[in-house]
């Protein structure tokens, strides 16, 4: 009895340290990205359109690009770089003709979402992340982050091609 | 004097008259979309996203349909005819290619907005508008409500060839 109260304690000690060392940086954490520990955020689906797109190739997909109020403020605003707190989520979907529409319009011009494909999320964290332009990231599947550290060490890579005025963001603002 | 004080009330009262019997309909109103009298809802650029489309063809453009929270709320739960408040926003952008993205990628695959085209909106009241399935129409363009009847006439025509389960309306929303 004594043994075993003995290990239960060791146990929630060990516990509590590994949350403790390892949540920060979201590598213990179910709910955060990998390398980044970024997580959902909270309503993001309730958020305001900055912009929507479509891209062909292997991605093939139709997207949405959503900001918290603070990326939309910034957005508006023409304020770069970008503000501490910016969230972006992009939304995308798989691009799949709409045979209901097409039907109705009576030839085929209509693509439309079909089944999610990802969510993936941007957050402006000068300090955070100041290795990677002060921007953390994420990719969402079905809710959960795509557990894979190399897929999330391809993210800044990738928008340091965006122009660099735009703070490594590719999405300009439609109105 | 007597005259001119004659004339003044007479002119007043025919401009009441005519503001009283032509703006409940529209048709007086420069800011209404003709037989409908419907109008650019108020900060409907900051309502929620439904869902987005590209439709190709003669149109070529890539859409947001919006709503407001009758809408969304509808949408979500699948409420079927619409209720009465209903507002759906559909903002579209001419369908360009993204150079810089293109350049970015290393290949031909970004579609993103160019500039606006239009703005359609679709207002649900059973009562006013009872002969066209419960829906008024209007069409904006720079904010102004094109001045066609001939193409307001066209909006019900096209929007009864949605299936009728979705209560005249094309848009499904995206998750």
């Not at 179910?30 to 958020?47: C, I, K, N, Q, T």
């Not at 969510?119 to 100041?130: F, I, L, M, N």
């Not at 060490?153 to 300009?172: E, G, I, Q």
């Amino acid at each position: 009895m004594k043994w075993t109260t003995h290990c239960a304690a060791v146990a929630t000690a060990m516990f509590v340290v590994t949350s403790l060392c390892l949540s920060p940086a979201g590598r213990a954490d179910d709910a955060a990205s990998p390398v980044f520990g970024v997580r959902l955020p909270e309503g993001y689906r309730d958020w305001r359109v900055i912009s929507v797109a479509h891209e062909a190739g292997s991605l093939n997909d139709i997207r949405a690009i959503l900001g918290n109020d603070i990326a939309v403020k910034a957005y508006r605003e023409g304020t770069r770089p970008f503000p501490d707190g910016t969230i972006i989520a992009r939304v995308a979907w798989k691009y799949v003709p709409s045979d209901e529409n097409n039907a109705a319009f009576g030839q085929a011009q209509s693509f439309v979402p079909g089944p999610a494909t990802n969510v993936q999320v941007s957050v402006k964290d000068s300090k955070s992340y100041a290795d990677t332009g002060g921007w953390g990231y994420g990719q969402f599947e079905g809710g959960k982050p795509n557990p894979s550290e190399a897929l999330m060490k391809t993210c800044f890579d990738c928008h340091t091609r965006a122009n660099k005025a735009y703070d490594f963001v590719f999405t300009h603002y439609a109105p």
